[in-house]
């Protein structure tokens, strides 16, 4: 079982920039691809971004693009999310989650998140 923590996240104006990290523990994991979601107020969790085990593949839903930066250090254990131009639609907690390339899904237990709040 992989027990993820998530930090970094706090309150932001638009266009400000935050860098979220993700701790992992508990299976081996730079053997796992990796991915952020999100889930905002009164909406369903959805994907953020990805990155294959090795790092050399990324992989964003279409509202980040160019914004957003996924990244993972195997020797901490930890993969980052770097977010640029934040819009107040980024408001959300974060999550990060082992994943399943190609349908993005994720395949462990969720931890607590962290908030991002983006003022306008």
């Known amino acids: 079982q992989v027990h993820l923590v998530e930090s970094g996240g706090g309150l932001v104006q638009a266009g400000g920039s935050l860098r979220l990290s993700c701790a992992a523990s508990?299976?081996?994991?730079?053997?796992?691809?990796m991915g952020w979601f999100r889930q905002a107020p009164g909406k369903e969790r959805e994907f953020v971004a990805a990155?294959?085990?090795?790092?050399?593949?990324?992989y964003y839903t279409n509202s980040v693009k160019g914004r957003f930066t996924i990244s993972r250090d195997n020797a901490k254990n930890t993969v980052y999310l770097q977010m640029n131009s934040l819009k107040p639609e980024d408001t959300a907690v974060y999550y990060c989650?082992?994943?399943?390339?190609?349908?993005?899904?994720?395949?462990?237990?969720w931890g607590q998140g962290t908030q991002v709040t983006v003022s306008s």
């Open positions: 989650n082992a994943v399943l390339i190609g349908t993005m899904s994720p395949t462990a237990a």
């Open positions: 508990g299976r081996t994991f730079s053997s796992y691809a």
């Open positions: 990155i294959s085990w090795s790092g050399s593949n990324t």
